[in-house]
């Protein structure tokens, strides 16, 4: 299965001038095309989020994202993600530049608009049915 991965060098701001490194892997795969995969792994435990990669995407040119995920760049050269829960907000700031090599490489997998060519719809109706 073809996948492209990247480790990323992501803070959580936990204060005005604080903040902790997170080791972040960030991993897209053909299986699942239209999202990538952050896994988080700390001291305080790990988490797993799903983001959209368009979303992703427009957020290295702008602010972008609804609801729960928003992403925006900042005037440092940098990306923030905020990651919204029953718990609060989880506020990460990585180097715009390692995030955006690893969004080339997914788009050298699957380019804009061929998501949709990657998946076996038949097995996720199928899987939704028995949901």
Known sequence: MQ???????LRLITGPTQCRHVPTL???SLADPFAV?????DACGEARWLLSRDLLLA???GPAGDG???IAPTEDGGTVIALGGPGGVALLHTATRPLARFLTATLLL???GAEGQHVDWDAAIARFLTA
């Open 26 to 28: 960030c991993r897209y």
């Open 59 to 61: 957020g290295l040119e």
């Open 3 to 9: 996948e492209a991965t990247a480790q990323l060098p």
């Open 37 to 41: 995969t952050m896994d988080f792994d």
């Open 110 to 112: 699957v380019p804009l």
């Open 68 to 70: 729960d995920v928003h």
